[in-house]
């Protein structure tokens, strides 16, 4: 039987998956296993590298099961995960602590420090992305000054796909995405060693490992992997992209034309557009964003992302559950949201206004406040559940027209993925609060698509990317949802109140935030 089958491993934030796709791009079978992660201290968040690397085996010996003679079939394997963190090993390969996630704010305080100083402003025009507490620069930093016997046990700071990868090859080896929008330039592709001595941290380069391009070359599949995993040994092995850029990728963000956007609504939200040369990258006053770099020749996504999305139903969602266990009910969220969606739809828009700002590290985009949060403005007596919910959705669509414009300009068409993804309400609300045309994908597993685009064409099987797009991802577009044009004058009025308020907001934020460390102190 000929080599058919592409793997791609998807180590997210809330699960880790492997999908078996076939050569042209059709899902044959998927297997995952829920991630767990601790809290050691205020304001961290690490995940169990050993127990990641246990749960990845544990997915791809389930699909070894499931697909019939996969050992034989499988032509290649790609990894991509989480970005930001810190994954740290020594010299043996053995976990230096926990990997330090996204999620992890540690370092807040030095971050907001380092974002006033003159060397911010160049790390900004070299890195093209701004800085937050969820990066392993700041992490780094913090963990220098707090954790130093950490720093000189560790020989090598990876990400997770990262750490994956090293399991799987034995390699030591990062993306040019991830290695660049945090301590490199997007121009050149390369490390930049004047943003380690910015941050105070010129010490950790030693840490840092050379970056690959995983659409051109790939590992071989070690003998212990190949007996843990029961995959042949040898396997090419690709590094994909972080996980952000492979969903770009599955999801339609290459457009030769320039019109289309990927956002990405789960539980971060995430709007990128598709810049075809280093000349389409806008850069922007508030130094927010990212610019990574993309694996179409010399390309790069221009994105804004805010930092909690779909986190905002899920918390509005639970506090309607607690509210009935009060009155001696129960309910779910999955019961709540079951026809939720029409009643959205029939529900008078914008009864509030509503900021996504709910997570406690802040916000990263299209601005950076570690004090930001989430607000409700113009509630009455008159607001009922449903207009609530209703805000939080168009509190979603503003904070994604928010990011587009700082970006440069919303994109005529914005191809949906994430979670919410899959509401209509979401999407005709976005549609009309941006005056874009959005469609959502019929693929399922984006982000491990795209992982897998990268192998297959590390492979041979496309003679290049664009062609592995073409036969990928063009057939899984969906319908278009098109904006309701008034609507849409409804939203660009309130959108001008939600900008208003939020530009106003940051002293009262800081006073806020000031009062909370004092309790906790």
């Known amino acids: 039987m000929s080599r058919d089958i592409l793997i791609g491993v998807d180590a997210g934030t809330s699960v880790i998956k492997s999908v078996a796709f076939s050569l042209a791009g059709e899902q044959v079978a998927a297997a995952t296993r829920p991630n767990v992660y601790e809290t050691p201290g205020p304001g961290q968040v690490e995940q169990d590298m050993a127990r990641t690397w246990a749960d990845c085996v544990a997915t791809i010996r389930e699909l070894v099961e499931r697909v019939p003679n996969l050992p034989g079939r499988v032509a290649g394997l790609a990894v991509t995960g989480q970005g930001d963190g810190a994954w740290m090993i020594d010299s043996d390969g053995e976990p230096v602590g926990g990997g330090l996630l996204w999620l992890d704010s540690r370092a807040a305080g030095l971050v907001a420090a380092y974002l006033k100083t003159e060397a911010y402003q160049r790390h900004y025009r070299l890195t093209g992305s701004g800085v937050n507490a969820c990066m392993a620069s700041g992490q780094l930093a913090w963990m220098k000054k707090c954790q130093p016997e950490r720093i000189a046990r560790a020989a090598t700071c990876f990400h997770c796909k990262d750490w994956l990868y090293f399991k799987l090859t034995g390699a030591r080896v990062t993306d040019p995405a991830e290695g660049n929008f945090t301590f490199g330039n997007f121009r050149t592709r390369q490390y930049e060693p004047s943003i380690l001595e910015g941050m105070g941290i010129q010490d950790c380069a030693r840490l840092l490992p050379p970056m690959i391009e995983g659409s051109r070359e790939a590992g ?79 390309s790069c996504a221009s994105m804004q992302s805010n930092m909690a999305a779909t986190l ?185 109140v939600y900008r208003s308020i939020r530009e106003t907001m940051p002293p009262a934020w800081a006073k806020l935030g000031q009062i909370r460390q004092e309790q906790t102190t």
Not at 414 to 432: D, E, H, P, Y
Not at 473 to 486: K, Q
């Open 220 to 298: 071989r599949l070690s003998a212990a992997a190949a007996s843990a995993t029961g995959l042949p040994e040898g396997l090419p092995i690709s590094l994909a992209y972080l996980d952000v850029i492979c969903t770009a990728l599955g999801g339609g963000l290459y457009d030769r034309t320039g019109r289309a956007g990927v956002s990405i609504i789960g539980s971060t939200g995430m709007h990128m557009r598709y810049a075809p040369t280093l000349a389409d990258v806008r850069l922007n006053e508030e130094r927010s964003g990212y610019t990574m770099c993309f694996p179409v020749g010399s």
């Open 312 to 496: 905002n139903i899920d918390w509005l969602l639970d506090l309607a559950c607690q509210a009935a266990e009060l009155g001696g009910a129960k309910t779910s969220r999955a019961a709540l949201l079951s026809g939720l969606d029409e009643k959205i739809l029939a529900a008078a828009p914008g009864q509030a206004i509503y900021h996504p700002y709910i997570f406690q590290a802040g916000e990263r985009g299209p601005f950076l406040d570690p004090n930001a949060r989430a607000q409700f403005s113009g509630l009455s007596t008159k607001t009922n559940f449903v207009g609530v919910v209703r805000a939080v959705y168009e509190g979603l669509a503003f904070a994604a027209r928010d990011c587009y414009l700082a970006a440069g300009a919303i994109p005529e068409e914005v191809r949906l993925t994430g979670g919410a993804a899959r509401s209509k309400a979401m999407r005709a609300i976005v549609a009309s609060a941006l005056n874009a045309n959005v469609r959502a994908l019929s693929r399922e597993e984006i982000g491990a698509a795209g992982a897998a685009m990268m192998a297959a064409t590390a492979i041979g099987v496309y003679e290049d990317m664009e062609a592995c797009i073409e036969a990928w991802v063009t057939p899984s577009l969906g319908e278009i949802t098109a904006p309701d044009s008034s609507l849409h004058h409804l939203y660009s009025n309130l959108y001008s």
